[in-house]
């Protein structure tokens, strides 16, 4: 997105040069998905990685064990242009002054709601437009997976969204074997069902061909957090290289 004052020629910017870059950007729609492993409940997602500051470990650089074997980042499905292409389009539709309105035309009469099936809320205008329309949206029930919390900016935007009777944002623990600090963390990967612990709610996915089939506990408030069994080869590999360190 261009800065101010960065077209000294005040004539109008991009792919028509008949309207301006903000007339442009009020033009552009955001896109919701509906996911079959959830039931068909719907999100509104944007490219992995490209997205997630949080993936990335903040000494190497390197994404961190969890975000390694990313289900949505160059795997699967995900590869095809017709999944990439809502993506970078709702990339560029949460700056349009009409992202709110739109967003809230769109969801208002679902029951649930899923934000980020892959990416995140990279940008704090966007987290402060998502907290507006789950404030505008009362009867839907939001959740949220992210790992901007790590950030103090982002994390009092994520308090304010955690207060709100209708929603539940978890924040992501880094770690594949269990990992997670009680009171901060919402999710965690184990490696197997049997790596669960007491206090631990299991996914039950990786037994329904991964789908939710009628569970919504990770909507419920009343689940501390939810234990996520990895699956793939992918997510084997770095568990196994995880444990081989270890």
């Given at each position: 997105m261009q800065s101010i004052g960065a077209n000294p020629t005040n004539q109008p910017q991009g792919n028509n040069p008949q309207f301006s870059e903000r007339e442009q950007k009020m033009t552009i729609k955001p896109r919701i998905s509906k996911v079959s492993k959830l039931d068909g409940i719907k999100s509104w997602s944007l490219q992995a990685m490209?997205?997630?500051?949080?993936?990335?470990?903040?000494?190497?650089?390197?994404?961190?064990?969890?975000c390694a074997m990313c289900y949505a980042y160059k795997v699967g499905n995900y590869n095809y242009p017709n999944v990439i292409e809502p993506r970078l389009q709702n990339q560029e539709a949460w700056k349009s002054p009409n992202f709110v309105g739109d967003m809230v035309s769109l969801i208002k009469n679902q029951p649930f709601f899923r934000w980020f099936d892959s990416g995140d809320m990279y940008h704090i205008g966007l987290a402060r437009k998502i907290l507006r329309i789950m404030?505008?949206?009362?009867?839907?029930?939001?959740?949220?997976?992210?790992?901007?919390?790590?950030?103090?900016?982002?994390?009092?935007?994520?308090?304010?969204?955690?207060?709100?009777?209708?929603?539940?944002?978890?924040?992501?623990?880094?770690?594949?074997?269990?990992?997670?600090?009680?009171?901060?963390?919402?999710?965690?990967?184990?490696?197997?069902?049997?790596?669960?612990?007491d206090d631990m709610s299991v996914c039950r996915a990786y037994e329904n061909n991964g789908k939710c089939s009628g569970c919504r506990a990770c909507w419920d408030k009343n689940t501390p957090i939810i234990a996520y069994v990895a699956h793939g080869a992918k997510a084997k590999k770095v568990i196994r290289l995880k444990l081989e360190t270890a």
């Open positions: 490209d997205t997630c500051p949080g993936a990335k470990d903040s000494i190497t650089g390197k994404p961190v064990d969890a404030e505008l949206t009362p009867n839907t029930r939001h959740w949220m997976p992210t790992r901007m919390a790590k950030f103090a900016k982002f994390a009092r935007v994520i308090d304010q969204m955690n207060a709100l009777p209708n929603v539940v944002v978890r924040f992501s623990s880094d770690s594949v074997l269990g990992e997670y600090q009680p009171g901060v963390h919402g999710s965690t990967i184990i490696p197997t069902a049997e790596h669960a612990t």
